[in-house]
């Protein structure tokens, strides 16, 4: 029984039906950032607790630029859980990252636009270090599992993120190479950031779904194809959620991510938007209150 870890999966386009976990109770959590993409399944996988959320909701009805980051991570944080995977479709900028692949995303480029990137403003100013997004030892322990359920891994892998939902030119497509992105996706950003304000330790498998269209000779990226290989992945994914907690051991030690806030906010107590302040009671409230 490892009762202190509490594994909160964001499953992604792959993932949209959930997950099976044991003692299965669906939970509507209230945000003050406002609507999550749906209720969180909370539930035990080998004794391990989990909570899942559909990124984009139940049957996928949320594109990648409304999905409610804030909310979606915040729920999390209330539900209390310790780390958060994320189990995201991805297309590969790399001839060696072949579709039906994983990576085990460790950075990110993002080039997302007017979405809500921060739980903190005007009232309550917080900088929190972004220089290494993914907590290494959940990115690992998400890694091994991933191979144990005979994923094809890569290790380590820049993901560019993209407003979409239209996949991208063949130009921005090699641009995104030559800046050393490895893979690419619409929702990786801004979630690794407020996991990282929320002292979330984060991390994400991405499963890649198809080659971006960087490739002269082909026809650009299809997806009804994405859908294929995502269909083919989904059992792979849910089988690595279940060895991830198969693996953890009885006791989780603390990570530098679980308090990444502690000198952050630099906001003068007095000075401080009180209204804010009340909102950022589950993610903040370690240091706030
Ligand atoms: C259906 S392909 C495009 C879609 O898939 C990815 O979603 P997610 O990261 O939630 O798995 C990609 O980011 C796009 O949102
Ligand atoms: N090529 C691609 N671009 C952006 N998001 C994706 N998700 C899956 N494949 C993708």
């Known amino acids: 029984m490892s009762d202190n870890w509490f594994i909160g999966i964001i499953g992604g386009s ?13 939970v509507a959590i209230k945000s003050p950032f406002g609507e999550p993409s749906g209720p969180v399944t909370l539930g035990r996988i080998g004794g ?31 539900a209390r859980v310790t780390d958060v995977l994320a189990l995201s479709a991805i297309g590969s900028l790399r001839e060696e990252i072949a579709p039906g692949e994983f990576v085990a995303v460790d950075q990110f480029i993002d080039r997302t636009t007017s979405r809500e990137n921060s739980f903190f403003g005007p009232g309550c100013v917080a900088h929190v270090s972004l220089a290494d997004p993914v907590c ?32 991208s030119t063949r130009a921005e497509s090699r641009l995104y190479r030559a800046w050393a992105g490895d893979v690419i996706g619409m929702t990786g950003m801004p979630e690794a950031r407020l996991a990282r304000e929320a002292e979330l330790p984060y991390a994400m498998l991405g499963m890649a779904t198809d ?23 989904a059992s792979i994914a849910a089988q690595t959620v279940v060895e991830l907690c198969k693996s953890l051991p009885a006791e989780r030690s603390r990570v530098p991510i679980d308090t990444a806030l502690e000198h952050a906010i630099i906001t003068a107590p007095d000075a401080r938007d009180p209204e ?14």
């Open 211 to 233: 080659y971006d269209s960087f490739r002269d000779e082909e026809a650009g990226v299809d997806v009804t194809d994405v859908l294929s290989i995502m269909r083919d992945n």
């Open 14 to 26: 792959g993932l949209s039906e959930g997950l099976e976990l044991e003692e299965a109770q669906e």
């Open 276 to 289: 804010l302040v009340t909102r950022l009671d589950a993610v903040a409230g370690r240091v706030l209150s």
């Open 136 to 167: 290494p030892r959940l990115a690992q322990y998400a890694g091994d599992a991933a191979k144990a359920a005979g994923a094809a891994l890569h290790r380590g892998g820049t993901y560019v993120a993209i407003d979409g939902p239209q996949f």
């Open 48 to 78: 391990v607790r989990v909570a899942f959320l559909a990124r984009h909701g139940q049957g996928h009805r949320v594109p990648p630029s409304q999905v409610n980051y804030r909310a979606n991570i915040d729920v999390l944080k209330r």
